[in-house]
C-alpha cells in the first residue's frame, strides 16, 4: 500500500508539472474582478449575516442622510396671465401669438434681468447670509421652479428653502419683478405703437392737405363747367386708364403670387426629398419576382413544417436538405428585395426630380408671361397719360382723376385715426398680467429630499455590504458544493453524490445527521478493497489547516470498519489541538507522547497498557498524552514502532494526524504511513488550500489517496470505556500469524522503507513510470 500510494504520489507529480500547479494556486488566490451576480449569489451562504448588518449598515446610512441634510420650505405666489387680450372693437393679435405670449411667461420669469433684480428687493437685502459668494444668479435659478396651466391661465412661482423666511422673501422678490418686468414692457410697446399711429395719421394728414391744394388748383385751371365739355373720347380713355389701372394692378397681385410659390418651392425643395416607405413597400409587394420567390419559400417553410409533425429527425439527410434550401431561398429572396428596393427608390428619385423641374419651369414660364403683360400695361397707361395731357389739358380728366386721389387719402387718414382712437381705448383696459398673491410664509417642511436621500443611501448601503459580504465569500475560496473539489482536486474525491443525496430537497429543513458517504465510500476503496495480504493498512487521516475537525472523519472510519468486522486501532497524532482525545475524554489520560524511543522501539506489552476499550468491540483507542517535559510533538519513530508493532494485532491502524500545512511534524507523520487522506467540510474548508496542500504533499513525497468530502455534522457514536481492559489479540481477524510471518512482515516493511528512500533520492534527476495501480490523468490520480 505505501509503495502503491509513494509511486501514484510521484506519478501525479510527474503528471501536473509545477509550473502548471504554481500557476492554478495563483489563479485561485489572485482571481480576477467577478461579476455582480456573483457577488448577489455569494451573499447567500451568509444570508441572515447579510441581512442584519445591511439593515444595521442601511438603516446608518438613512439616518445620517436625514440628519444632515436639512428639510425646504416652499413658497408659492400665483399670477394671472390671459391667453387673450381683452379688446372692445377688433383683435389685433392672432390666437397662435396669444399662445406664444403665454408660454413665454415662464421663460420670462426665470430670464436673467428678473432674477438679477430680484436681488434688489428690499425684503432680500434684509436677509442675513443668505445669499452665496459666486454666480448669484444661477444659484437662485435653482431655487425656482416655475410652472403654467394654459387652462386655467395661472402661472405658479415656487421657490424652495432651508429658511422659510429667505423662501417667502425670494418669491415675492421675483415676482414683483416679474411684474415690472412685464408691465414696463407692455407700456414701453403700447407708447411705442401709440407714437407710430400718430405719425402715420399726421403724414396721412398732411399728403391729404397737398392733395386739395392740387385738386383746387386744377379745379380752377379747368373751369367750373368742365364737367359738361367732356367728349365722347375722352371719356373712352378715361375708362381705358381705369382699366388698365386695374388690370395692372391685378397682374402685379398675381405676379407676387407667382413668386412667393416660386421662393417657396425652392425652399422645400432646396434638398433632395426622400422617397416614401410606404410607396416602395407597395410596389415592392406588387414585384412579380418577389411574390414568386416568397410563394417558393412558403412552399419550402410548409414542407419543413409538415415534416416537423410527422416527428422527422432535424438531422435527416431530408430534413437537412429542405432547411438548407429554405435557407438559400431566404438569402436569395433578401438580396432580391434589397436590389428591387434599391431600383424603385432610385427610379421614383428620378421622377420625383422631373416632376419638380417641370413644375420650376412651368413656374419660371408664368412669371415671363407676368413680367411681360405688366410691363405692356405700364406703356398703355403711359401713352394714355400723355394723350391726355397733350390734347386736352383743361378736360375735366386731370380734374377727376384728382377727386380720386383726394378720395382715397381721406380713406386712408379716416382709417388711421380710427385705429389710433381704438388703441388709446384699448389701452385704458383692464391689464393681460395681473397678480393673484404673493407667498405667504410656509409652516410645513417639505421633506422629501430628505425621504429620497435616506431612500437612496438606503440602497447604497445594503448594495454596498452585499458587495462587501459577496466579495469576502468569493475571496474566501470555501468549499460550499462538491463540484468546489472536483474541478481543482489532482486526486480522487470521497462523497461527492452521498454528500449531494444528503442534502435537503427544500430551502428550509435541517441536513441529515447520518454518517458521510465520503467516509464509506474511502474505506472501500483504500482499506477494504486492498487487503488481499496479511499486512493490515495504516490510513492517516489529516487535513489542510488545523482548525478543521477532522478527528469526526477518523471516528467515523474505525466505526465504520469495526461494524465491518474488522479490527482497528485508533491512534491519537493530532498535535495541532487534541481534539479527538478531548472529544472522547481521554486528554489527560497517558498516551502516544508518553512512550519514548531510546535503544530500542518500545514494546507491544508496553503499548497494550495504553490501549483504551471502546463501546466497539472491534476498535481500540491510543489518546494523545499528556505533555512530557515541555514536549508536545510526537517523534515519528514512536509512530514507526506503534505500527511496527501492532500490525499483527489489527487489520487497519487509523492514524488520527496532525495537519499538513497547519502542523510542522504533519509531512513527517504521514510518511510513516500507508497513505494519507484530506479531510475536507462544507463550508469550513478553503479550496485553494487543499490545492497548495496537495502541491506541498506532491514535493514532499507524501503519499495520498485522496480527499473526503463530509458535511462537518454528524454523530459518529463512537465512546470510551476506560473500565474496560484491553488486552492484545492474539490473533488478527484476516490470518493467524506465526513467528515467522512476524519476521516476513518486518523484512517487507524494512525492504518498503528502503524502497521508498531509494525513490525519494532519485526523484530529484529522474521519473519513473507511473504504477499499474495507478492511474494517472491531466490534474487527477485515480487509485485502485
Not at 207 to 222: F, G, M, T, Y
Not at 265 to 284: D, G, I, P, R
Not at 361 to 389: D, P
Request: hydrophobic residues 40%.
Amino acid at each position: 500500500m505505501s509503495i502503491h500510494s509513494d509511486t501514484g504520489c510521484r506519478s501525479v507529480t510527474s503528471a501536473v508539472q509545477p509550473p502548471t500547479m504554481h500557476n492554478a494556486i495563483g489563479a485561485s488566490f489572485h482571481r480576477g474582478i467577478p461579476e455582480f451576480s456573483d457577488l448577489m449569489l455569494a451573499c447567500r451562504h451568509h444570508a441572515v449575516l447579510t441581512f442584519v448588518v445591511a439593515s444595521v449598515f442601511a438603516a446608518a446610512l438613512a439616518l445620517a442622510a436625514w440628519t444632515m441634510i436639512r428639510p425646504n420650505y416652499h413658497a408659492e405666489a400665483l399670477v394671472r396671465v390671459r391667453e387673450k387680450s381683452n379688446v372692445v372693437f377688433a383683435p389685433q393679435t392672432s390666437r397662435s401669438e396669444d399662445i406664444a405670449f403665454f408660454r413665454s411667461q415662464a421663460a420670462l420669469v426665470r430670464s436673467h434681468q428678473v432674477l438679477s433684480a430680484a436681488f434688489d428687493d428690499e425684503d432680500v437685502r434684509q436677509l442675513p447670509d443668505a445669499i452665496p459668494e459666486g454666480d448669484r444668479v444661477e444659484w437662485l435659478d435653482g431655487l425656482l421652479r416655475v410652472e403654467t396651466q394654459s387652462g386655467s391661465e395661472v402661472i405658479s412661482i415656487t421657490v424652495h428653502h432651508e429658511s422659510p423666511q429667505a423662501a417667502q422673501a425670494y418669491c415675492n422678490a421675483i415676482t414683483r419683478a416679474y411684474l415690472d418686468e412685464i408691465t414696463h414692457r407692455i407700456a414701453s410697446d403700447r407708447q411705442l405703437r401709440e407714437t407710430q399711429l400718430e405719425h402715420a395719421v399726421a403724414a396721412a394728414d398732411s399728403q391729404l392737405d397737398a392733395l386739395w391744394d392740387e385738386l383746387n388748383s386744377v379745379a380752377r385751371s379747368v373751369g367750373s363747367d368742365s364737367s359738361e365739355s367732356l367728349t365722347i373720347r375722352d371719356e373712352m380713355q378715361f375708362r381705358s386708364y381705369r382699366d388698365y389701372a386695374q388690370q395692372l394692378q391685378a397682374a402685379q397681385l398675381r405676379g407676387n403670387q407667382l413668386q412667393s410659390q416660386l421662393d417657396e418651392f425652392q425652399a422645400s425643395h432646396s434638398e433632395s426629398s426622400a422617397v416614401s416607405e410606404e410607396v416602395v413597400e407597395k410596389l415592392l409587394r406588387q414585384n412579380a419576382e418577389i411574390i414568386a420567390a416568397r410563394k417558393q419559400l412558403l412552399g419550402l417553410e410548409l414542407q419543413c413544417q409538415q415534416m416537423e409533425k410527422i416527428a422527422a429527425s432535424a438531422e435527416s439527410p431530408q430534413m437537412r436538405r429542405l432547411t438548407d434550401q429554405r435557407d438559400l431561398f431566404a438569402g436569395e429572396l433578401e438580396e432580391l428585395v434589397k436590389r428591387t428596393r434599391a431600383e424603385i427608390s432610385e427610379t421614383l428619385q428620378i421622377q420625383a426630380q422631373s416632376e419638380r423641374q417641370q413644375l420650376l419651369a412651368k413656374l419660371k414660364q408664368q412669371i415671363e408671361l407676368n413680367r411681360s403683360e405688366k410691363e405692356f400695361l405700364r406703356e398703355r397707361l403711359t401713352e394714355l397719360n400723355s394723350v391726355v395731357s397733350r390734347t386736352t389739358p383743361k378736360t375735366a380728366v386731370p380734374l377727376d382723376m384728382s377727386r380720386h386721389a383726394v378720395d382715397r387719402q381721406s380713406r386712408l387718414a379716416d382709417g388711421l385715426w380710427k385705429t389710433l382712437q381704438e388703441f388709446r381705448i384699448e389701452s385704458q383696459s383692464q391689464p393681460r398680467v395681473a397678480l393673484q398673491s404673493l407667498a405667504t410664509l410656509p409652516e410645513q417642511a417639505n421633506h422629501s429630499r430628505q425621504l429620497r436621500a435616506a431612500a437612496v443611501s438606503g440602497m447604497g448601503g445594503w448594495m454596498l455590504v452585499m458587495f462587501m459580504i459577496g466579495y469576502l465569500e468569493w475571496r474566501d475560496c470555501r468549499v460550499r458544493s462538491p463540484r468546489d473539489l472536483i474541478s481543482r482536486s489532482a486526486f480522487p474525491v470521497f462523497g461527492t453524490n452521498s454528500y449531494a443525496a444528503s442534502q435537503p430537497k427544500a430551502w428550509f429543513g435541517l441536513r441529515q445527521k447520518q454518517v458521510s458517504g465520503g467516509v464509506r465510500e474511502a474505506a472501500a476503496r483504500i482499506i477494504l478493497r486492498n487487503q488481499e495480504g496479511t499486512s493490515p493498512v495504516t490510513l492517516m487521516v489529516t487535513s489542510c489547516i488545523a482548525g478543521e475537525p477532522r478527528h469526526v472523519v477518523s471516528q467515523e472510519m474505525v466505526v465504520l470498519l469495526g461494524n465491518f468486522g474488522r479490527r482497528v486501532l485508533l491512534v491519537d497524532c493530532d498535535t495541532d489541538r487534541s481534539e479527538l482525545s478531548h472529544a472522547l475524554g481521554a486528554a489527560q489520560s497517558p498516551g502516544i507522547r508518553q512512550l519514548a524511543v531510546a535503544a530500542q522501539p518500545p514494546s507491544a506489552q508496553a503499548i497494550a497498557e495504553l490501549l483504551i476499550a471502546t463501546n466497539q468491540d472491534a476498535v481500540d483507542f491510543i489518546p494523545v498524552g499528556t505533555i512530557v517535559d515541555d514536549q508536545a510533538w510526537i517523534d515519528p519513530r514512536t509512530l514507526r514502532a506503534v505500527i511496527a508493532a501492532m500490525r499483527q494485532h489489527y487489520d487497519a491502524i487509523i492514524i488520527n494526524g496532525p495537519s499538513i500545512m497547519g502542523s510542522a511534524e504533519g509531512a513527517l507523520l504521514a510518511e510513516e504511513v500507508d497513505s494519507s487522506v484530506i479531510a475536507v467540510f462544507v463550508d469550513q474548508s478553503r479550496w485553494n488550500q487543499l490545492v497548495l496542500c496537495e502541491q506541498s504533499a506532491c514535493e514532499s513525497g507524501i503519499p495520498l489517496s485522496g480527499s473526503i468530502l463530509h458535511p462537518g455534522s454528524g454523530k459518529p457514536g463512537l465512546r470510551l470505556s476506560p473500565d474496560q481492559k484491553r488486552a492484545l489479540p492474539k490473533k488478527s481477524l484476516i490470518a493467524e500469524d506465526t513467528d515467522r510471518e512476524t519476521a516476513l512482515q518486518q523484512e517487507i516493511g524494512e525492504l518498503q522503507e528502503e524502497i521508498r528512500r531509494v525513490q525519494a533520492d532519485g526523484d530529484e534527476s529522474n521519473q519513473q513510470d507511473p504504477s499499474q495501480d495507478v492511474t494517472t490523468h491531466p490534474g487527477k490520480a485515480t487509485h485502485s
